[in-house]
């Protein structure tokens, strides 16, 4: 059965880096998302991509995120100077069509130092 | 703005008992509700969608709009059932807004 697949499965960096994290949602899938959960608070949405560009974004998903789909295959989230606060399971998602049944990635942890 | 509450961290029942998992939402327009369920080591995955009104696995869920619930119900718990579960709700839009989650452990 295909999968959403993320790499790395766990980063850690040190404040100020940069990071990205790589997602390869099913192939058929035409609508991508990153949701990002902190430790002991709820699973919140980030961003939504459809047909090459950003159809929604949530207040977090500020200057210093931005996404990416370099190749038809990969989706990638990149922070641009991580911070603490940044620390978290980031979750990436995707589905055939426009519905409420998302499709998770087992997710990459981010541990900011 | 939407926002979805599960009052009930963890809950814990024993096994052939009925469990029930209480989520509320606010919203202005016309919701649709999901719950999602992460079993141990597994990734997040859709549970049931209020459209479909179907029996997954046991668990059914009632959308009541008077009262803006949309609990997650079954008869009896069994110890496969022990998981994190997640009330999520979409609005306008194609985002998940989630609850806070509540933790089933059944016990044997």
């Known amino acids: 059965e295909p999968e959403v697949t993320q790499t790395p499965s766990h980063q850690v960096t040190q404040m100020g880096q940069e990071v990205i994290l790589r997602c390869v949602p099913i192939?058929?899938?035409?609508?991508f998302y990153w949701y990002r959960q902190i430790l002991g608070q709820k699973v919140e949405f980030l961003v939504s991509?459809?047909?090459?560009?950003?159809?929604?974004k949530s207040e977090i998903f500020d200057d210093q995120f931005s996404v990416e789909r370099p190749d038809g295959s990969n989706f990638t989230l990149k922070i641009r100077s991580t911070k603490l606060e940044d620390s978290a399971m980031y979750f990436c998602?995707?589905?055939?069509?426009?519905?409420?049944?998302?499709?998770f990635g087992e997710g990459s942890r981010l541990t900011v130092l | 703005a939407q926002r979805v509450t599960q009052p009930e961290k963890l809950l814990s029942v024993f096994k052939g008992a009925p469990v029930e998992l209480k989520c509320n939402y606010s919203?202005?327009?016309?919701?649709?509700l999901f719950w999602y369920v992460q079993y141990s080591r597994q990734r997040l995955q859709l549970l049931l969608r209020?459209?479909s009104r179907e029996s997954i696995k046991g668990f059914t869920a009632d959308l009541n709009k008077g009262e803006t619930s949309f609990h997650l119900k079954k008869p009896f718990a069994q110890e496969e059932d022990s998981a994190m579960y997640y009330c999520?709700?979409?609005?306008?839009?194609?985002?998940?807004?989630f609850g806070g989650g509540t933790r089933v452990l059944v016990k044997p």
């Open positions: 998602a995707s589905t055939a069509t426009n519905t409420g049944e998302l499709f």
């Open positions: 192939s058929n899938h035409l609508y």
């Open positions: 991509f459809y047909n090459n560009e950003i159809s929604e």
């Open positions: 919203y202005s327009g016309s919701p649709e």
């Open positions: 209020h459209i």
């Open positions: 999520a709700l979409r609005a306008a839009g194609n985002k998940l807004t």
